[in-house]
């Protein structure tokens, strides 16, 4: 009996997705993250993130018009809303290489953890997913146009391309023989959760002693990094249901209103203005992991 409970209550533990993200942040600061590798151990973390979630996605029965529309929403909070503020702030800074680290930011599309983060929130992942797919086939225009514009440089097109095929086309096919698996669609949140904890984990503690470089500009970076990310994020939320959303198109709006694929952001800055011009992403980052917290008790409510 009491072995039962035990397990019962690990189990509990582990299907929490704020205990399992927040423990992986503060373990990350503490241990320095992963000895080696830390940038490949965090993509496979989301690779299997993605594909654990995409197990629950079925594309029978889909419409097109309703797509068509979740998609207009994606576009408008992650392209237009967040991208435009994300190049305002970027006005704020008078460094060159770190105004050119934000509009990189603003140009590249949402985050990948957006398709696990709203299969965690009890949103739409199938909608997220073509959302998602979208987005970043729009990308391989919008990037360099918005790169030239702004920053007077434009980005390879290939990086962006095998970030489609391997974050979302890679789990996607994966994920269609697992779909039928009971095992995994009775563990599906715990695997999805022990994914995200590595991420973080990974991530967090390869970027440690980002905030020893320079306190006074990376607190600058954070107050712009806390606008674009629990800002935005926060008037999401709010507008969205105004805006005609019910409880699961607010998830997806609220995520695709305050995450972009900051790992790319910070590795296709890196490469093109030099190692300042990532610590936007860089610092953003911390501040989007901190907004999963509020977003899965606000979410939880719903």
């Not at 035990?6 to 929490?16: F, G, M, N, T």
């Not at 789990?171 to 669609?185: I, Y």
């Not at 953003?284 to 917290?293: A, N, P, T």
Request: proline share 4%.
């Amino acid at each position: 009996m009491l072995i039962t409970l035990i397990a019962a209550y690990v189990r509990a533990l582990w299907e929490s997705f704020p205990l399992m993200v927040g423990l992986g942040a503060i373990l990350g600061v503490v241990t320095g993250g992963v000895p080696a590798y830390p940038r490949e151990v965090s993509t496979v973390a989301l690779i299997l993130a993605m594909t654990f979630s995409l197990t629950e996605v079925r594309f029978s029965g889909i419409s097109l018009r309703a797509e068509a529309r979740a998609f207009g929403r994606a576009a408008g909070w992650n392209y237009l809303a967040l991208t435009g503020l994300i190049l305002a702030l970027s006005i704020m800074y008078s460094d060159p290489s770190i105004r050119s680290g934000w509009v990189v930011m603003a140009a590249l599309p949402s985050a990948i953890a957006v398709i696990p983060l709203t299969a965690a929130f009890g949103g739409n992942v199938r909608s997220s997913l073509v959302s998602t797919a979208f987005l970043y086939l729009g990308a391989l225009a919008i990037y360099p146009a918005v790169t030239v514009a702004f920053a007077g440089q434009a980005v390879n097109l290939g990086d962006l391309a095998v970030q489609i095929l391997v974050q979302i086309a890679l789990p996607l096919v994966v994920s269609r023989p697992l779909a039928a698996n009971a095992a995994v669609a009775r563990h599906r949140s715990i695997l999805v959760n022990l994914s995200f904890f590595t991420l973080v984990f990974a991530l967090v503690g390869a970027n440690r002693n980002v905030f020893a470089q320079d306190p006074v500009l990376i607190a600058a970076l954070a107050a712009g990094g806390l606008v674009r990310t629990w800002g935005l994020g926060g008037v999401a939320y709010i507008l969205s249901p105004r805006l005609g959303a019910d409880s699961a198109q607010r998830v997806s709006d609220t995520l695709f209103a305050s995450l972009k694929n900051l790992g790319l952001a910070a590795l296709l800055a890196f490469s093109l203005f030099g190692a300042r011009a990532a610590l936007p992403a860089i610092v953003s980052l911390f501040c989007e992991i901190s907004w999963l917290l509020p977003m899965s008790r606000l979410f939880r409510r719903l």
